[in-house]
T-cell receptor, first 112, second 114 residues
Framework: GENVEQHPSTLSVQEGDSAVIKCTYS??????FPWYKQELGKRPQLIID?????GEKKDQRIAVTLNKTAKHFSLHITETQPEDSAVYFC???????????FGTGTRLQVFP | NAGVTQTPKFQVLKTGQSMTLQCAQD?????MSWYRQDPGMGLRLIHY???????DQGEVPNGYNVSRSTTEDFPLRLLSAAPSQTSVYFC?????????????FGQGTRLTVV
């Protein structure tokens, strides 16, 4: 089955700095890569996703890049703010089968 | 729309007790799933369903049963609770079995087994 590895497990940045979280996947046929944000005590929610026919997607201060050759995709947050503090999860649904498997999560802390 | 609704929000069980966590969605989603979330372990898939009458095992299915008699409901049953099942449980649903669609999560159930 699909294996998703996520790094780092924790990340601390100063407000205004950038943050990058990386995920690698094992199935080269995977074609959809979402990122979810989970604030403390709340449910995970989709913040951005990318499909395999594009290399990058941006939405204001967040962006996701995809490298299909290396089988990794990354979440980039620029000009970080304290409200970006949360746990972020990547996922790489396998093209065969229906298991939606998540990475182990990255706890991002943004210090004022 | 209510989205995905989970009940209860909190539950304390004694070892050996059984219970059912309820999950309902009103978005006519085909795909539903259950996850448990433990510190440092992320979201681990317990069971999932691609449609009414169809269920399958995820990464950590032992000790849990599911059924999908309707499109809307996907209950999770703990047969004989153990302290190792202390966790936060999330139900999720998405539109299609193609998997390339957003997953919507319930608000979670915090379960403690003593």
């Amino acid at each position: 089955g699909e294996n998703v590895e996520q790094h780092p497990s924790t990340l601390s940045v100063q407000e205004g700095d950038s943050a990058v979280i990386k995920c690698t996947y094992s199935d080269s046929a995977s074609n959809y890569f979402p990122w979810y944000k989970q604030e403390l005590g709340k449910r995970p929610q989709l913040i951005i996703d990318i499909r395999s026919n594009v290399g990058e997607k941006k939405d204001q201060r967040i962006a996701v890049t995809l490298n299909k050759t290396a089988k990794h995709f990354s979440l980039h947050i620029t000009e970080t703010q304290p409200e970006d503090s949360a746990v972020y999860f990547c996922a790489a649904p396998p093209p065969r089968g229906d298991k939606l498997i998540f990475g182990t999560g990255t706890r991002l802390q943004v210090f004022p | 729309n209510a989205g995905v609704t989970q009940t209860p929000k909190f539950q304390v069980l004694k070892t050996g007790q059984s219970m059912t966590l309820q999950c309902a969605q009103d978005m006519n989603h085909e795909y539903m799933s259950w996850y448990r979330q433990d510190p440092g372990m992320g979201l681990r898939l317990i069971h999932y369903s691609v449609g009414a009458g169809i269920t399958d095992q995820g990464e950590v299915p032992n000790g849990y049963n599911v059924s999908r008699s309707t499109t809307e409901d996907f209950p999770l049953r703990l047969l004989s609770a153990a302290p190792s099942q202390t966790s936060v449980y999330f139900c999720a649903s998405s539109y299609s079995t193609s998997r390339n669609t957003e997953a919507f999560f319930g608000q979670g159930t915090r379960l403690t087994v003593v």
